[in-house]
Each structure stands twice: as C-alpha cells, then as structure tokens.
C-alpha cells in the first residue's frame, strides 16, 4: 500500500510540474498556454496583452521583451488547409517584438486611429529596428535577450 501511495504522489507531482512549463513573469503577469503556438502572456486581470505565437521571450524584475509571429501575418492563410497553413507558419521568418514595462503605471486606453485596445506600458508590436530603438529609450538591460521558449 505505501508502494502505491509513493507511486500515486510521484506520478500527481510530475504532471503537475509538467504543467508548469512556463515561469511566473512577476508583478501580475504570466504565461497561458493553450496548444503548441498557443503561447500568450495576460495580465493580472487575465487580459491578453500579447497574443499568440510567442517564439521567444525574457523577463527581468522590470522588463517583459517578447518575440512573437501571429498567423494572421501568412499571406492567403485562410486559403490554404490545415497542412498547408501549419507549413507556411513554420517556415516563416516574419518576427514583431514587443516590451513590457512592469514598473510603469498600466493604463489602458483605446486608439482611436488603428482601432486597438492599448496599455501604457506596453510597447509593440514593433519591427525589430523600432525594437532595438525602443530597448535604448527605455534603458532595458543589454544582458536580458530574447530565448526561444
């Protein structure tokens, strides 16, 4: 019986440790993650602040920089089928880059010109000039660079 019991707590703590794939961000921000490509990071009220399919990311006490490539930047995705659309993905190099500033206020606002739902602290998607631009203006530490998840 005590044979079973250790069997039964070693297989309920693997799972959940594998489970735990993604570390906590700090200050409210996490990972969900609901398929392979399905990789987002939410805020402390779970609102998508970057949405899938995060390729790389870092985080510090301060800082959030992500690399992500959304399906909707394939050209003629919705033509193509399952096969052909998973492929296109794959083989993709388009990359936006996005910061997340954790120490600055969070204020959420509605940009009126492109539509979108905006926080203050949050910067992107930008290209990877505007990135590295953006790194600078910030003071984002040379040391946190971006590693495939």
Avoid: H
């Avoid at 594998?18 to 990071?41: H, M, R, S, T, V």
């Avoid at 033509?79 to 997340?100: L, V």
């Amino acid at each position: 019986m005590k044979k079973f019991a250790f069997i039964l707590s070693l297989s309920i703590l693997t799972i959940i440790s594998g489970c735990l794939k993604y570390p906590d961000l700090g200050d409210g921000y996490k990972f969900i993650n609901e398929g392979k490509d399905a990789l987002e990071i939410v805020n402390s009220e779970n609102t998508v602040i970057i949405s899938q399919s995060i390729l790389e990311y870092a985080f510090d006490s301060t800082f959030i920089i992500a690399s992500q490539r959304p399906w909707d930047s394939i050209p003629n995705i919705r033509t193509m089928n399952y096969k052909e659309a998973n492929e296109a993905f794959e083989q993709s190099a388009f990359r936006q880059y996005w910061i997340i500033n954790k120490k600055e206020k969070s204020e959420y606002s509605l940009d009126t010109l492109s539509k979108f739902a905006r926080y203050s602290n949050v910067y992107g998607p930008l290209n990877r000039n505007e990135y590295l631009q953006k790194r600078k203006e910030l003071g984002v530490p040379k040391e946190l660079k971006l590693v495939k998840k």
